[in-house]
C-alpha cells in the first residue's frame, strides 16, 4: 500500500518511514527540507536497503502538492507530519505557525478528496489539553486555552479533521526523544534545537556552555516541569499501528501517545548524566512562556485499541539521544 507522509524526512517522520517499509508499506514523502535533511533519507536507505522517492514540495503550494497525487497513483492514505513544531518560536512567530501548520492541513485535505484517499494519521500533541485539570490526562480531557500559538494550531487542526468527511486519527504526542539505534536517522532540524534531550546532548557535547532550566518554582516534585518523554521509534510504530486500526476501523479517533509516566527536567537531567557516565553543566533560569507545569499520559485507551505500548526504556532512549549527537 502506498502511503503519503508528509515531513517524512523529518525526526519523528523519518523513523514512521523506515516503521512502514519494515511492515511493508510503501511510503512517499513530500518535504521541502526547510526543517529536515536528505541525511535521514540516507539512513533510511541503509536501514531498510529501500530507495523512497522524495518529492521536494511545500505542502502549502496546492499546485506542486498535487501533482504528486497526480505522479503517484493509487495511494491509500496519509501520515501528515508538515509542521512547525516550536513552542517557543510560536511565541515569538505565531502568524508563520498558523499559515503553515494550518495551511498545510487543508490543502493536503483538500487533495484528498479529490483524489478520494480515505485515510489519515495526523500528527498532533498533548499540547492541545493546555493545563490539565486531572492527570494523568485521558483523550476525553477539554480542550483548554492553549498555552501557546503551537498548540492552539493543533486543536484548530484537529478540529477541522472533525469537519471533513475523510477518516482520520490525530496522535496526540508527548515528548518524543531518542533516536534511532543505528545511529543513522535523527533530528535533523535545521532551526536550533528547544527540546530539552537534544540540548542536553548539546551541552554534554560541548556545543553549548549550558543548559538553562526554565523555571524551579513549579508546584512539582522538585520544582522543574515535568513531562511524559517516550523514545521516538516507540511513537513511531504507533503510526503505524494506528494505519491498521483504521483501515480495518474507518471511522474518526483520538489517542494519546505516550509512556504513562511522569519526569522532571531535573530527574531528566540526571538520567542522562547516568546513562551516559557524563556531566551535563546547568543552571535555573526563569521561566518560559508557552510551558505547562505538569502533563503525562494515560494510555489505557491506546493499549486497548490500537494494542501498542511503549516499550524502549527511559535509560535507553538516553544513550540513543546521545549516540545519533556524537555520530552526527
Known amino acids: 500500500m502506498k502511503i503519503l507522509v508528509t515531513g517524512g524526512a523529518g525526526y519523528i517522520g523519518s523513523h514512521t518511514v523506515t516503521e512502514l517499509i519494515q511492515e511493508g508499506f510503501q511510503p512517499i514523502i513530500v518535504d521541502n527540507l526547510c526543517n529536515s535533511s536528505v541525511k535521514n533519507l540516507e539512513g533510511i536507505r541503509s536501514v531498510t536497503d529501500t530507495i523512497v522517492q522524495l518529492y521536494n514540495v511545500d505542502c502549502t503550494n496546492e499546485i506542486e502538492f498535487k501533482e504528486v497525487f497526480e505522479k503517484e497513483k493509487d495511494i491509500v492514505g496519509a501520515i501528515h507530519f508538515a509542521a512547525y513544531k516550536s513552542v517557543e518560536e510560536s511565541v515569538r512567530e505565531p502568524e508563520k505557525y498558523f499559515q503553515n501548520n494550518i495551511g498545510s492541513l487543508k490543502v493536503l485535505l483538500k487533495l484528498m478528496e479529490h483524489f478520494e484517499v480515505d485515510y489519515l494519521i495526523f500528527s498532533s500533541s498533548c499540547t492541545v489539553y493546555g493545563t490539565p485539570d486531572n492527570l494523568p490526562v485521558t483523550e476525553e480531557a477539554p480542550f483548554k486555552k492553549a498555552e501557546s500559538p503551537y498548540g492552539e494550531t493543533k486543536q484548530q487542526c484537529e478540529e477541522i479533521l472533525q469537519s471533513v468527511a475523510i477518516k482520520s486519527i490525530s496522535l496526540r504526542y508527548f515528548n518524543p526523544i531518542g533516536s534511532h539505534s543505528s545511529g543513522l536517522i535523527g533530528d535533523c532540524s535545521a532551526d536550533k534545537p528547544a527540546n530539552l534531550i537534544p540540548i542536553i546532548c548539546e551541552v554534554a557535547k560541548g556545543v553549548r556552555e549550558k543548559l538553562i532550566v526554565n523555571g524551579n518554582d513549579y508546584n512539582t516534585i ?69 510551558d505547562v507545569e505538569e502533563i503525562f499520559s494515560d494510555n489505557t485507551k491506546v493499549e486497548k485499541l490500537l494494542d501498542w505500548k511503549a516499550q524502549i526504556s527511559l535509560e535507553q532512549a538516553m544513550q540513543d539521544a546521545w549516540n545519533w549527537e556524537i555520530k552526527k
Open 222 to 290: 522538585d520544582g522543574s516541569c515535568v513531562r511524559d518523554y517516550i523514545h521516538v521509534v516507540d511513537l513511531a510504530k504507533s503510526h503505524v499501528a494506528a494505519l491498521k486500526y483504521l483501515i480495518k476501523n474507518p471511522k474518526k479517533g483520538v489517542f494519546n501517545i505516550g509512556t504513562g509516566k511522569g519526569l522532571s527536567v531535573l530527574e531528566a537531567i540526571q538520567c542522562f548524566e547516568k546513562a551516559n557516565k557524563t556531566n551535563v553543566n546547568y543552571e535555573i533560569g526563569p521561566r518560559r512562556d508557552g
